[in-house]
Structure formats: C-alpha cells, structure tokens
C-alpha cells in the first residue's frame, strides 16, 4: 500500500474553489501532525497548513482565511479547502504526515513520509 495518496488538484480559474484528499492507508490522521505543502517550479517548498493529533491547526499567512486544513478520522482522509484561488496559488501539492513527534507540528520540521503530489494550476 501507498501510504499517502493526495487527489483532487486540476485547473481552475481565480476565484475558484479546489477540495483536495490524501488517503492515508496506513496512518490514522488523527494519530499525528499532518501536513499540506507546496512546490512551484523554481520556489523552495512551503508549508501550506498543518493539523495535530488534537486537532490544532496552522496556516501559512498566504493562504489564511481561504484554506482550511481538515480530516476524516473514519475514512482517514486529510483534506485541504482552497477557496478563493490566486494565481500564485499554482503549485504541486503534497501532504505529508511526521510520526516521530507524538502529534505535535514543529515548524521548519522535516516531515517523515510523503506523498507524490497533486497539481493545482490556476489561472488568471
């Protein structure tokens, strides 16, 4: 099993809403921080959001207040709602889980696990 699988990028136009998903087959989302991240070409990757086991949760200034980092224990899904997407929202998004920090979400950490991504384009 693929531990982390994220789905739901595409293109869509600015002002536009995405939901995207990561299944997490083998961790319970609720067990540990987790995390959406995103890369541009040519742009060190950024810390989009991040959730705790007890459901804590963080935003990068950039996104606050048009995405919300969300899960679904049961399903063991992670979700992240983009609303309102700008161009320079355009970038591959990955979630990733750390389970070497009993739940908590350290800044600049170097997550444990990660999945291949998921491509986001908006345009203007």
């Known amino acids: 099993q693929v531990p982390l699988v994220e789905s739901g990028g595409g293109s869509v136009q600015a002002g536009g809403s995405l939901r995207l998903s990561c299944a997490a087959s083998v961790y319970a989302v609720d067990g540990f921080c987790m995390g959406w991240f995103r890369q541009a070409p040519g742009v060190n990757r950024e810390e989009v959001a991040t959730?705790?086991?007890?459901?804590?949760?963080k935003y990068a200034d950039s996104v606050r207040g048009r995405f919300t980092i969300s899960r679904d224990n049961a399903k063991k899904i992670l979700y992240l709602e983009m609303n309102n997407l700008k161009p320079e929202d355009s970038a591959t998004y990955y979630c990733a889980v750390e389970t070497r920090t009993g739940g908590i979400c350290y800044a600049n950490w170097e997550f444990d696990s990660w999945g291949q991504g998921t491509q986001v384009t908006v345009s203007s």
């Open positions: 959730i705790e086991r007890l459901g804590s949760t």
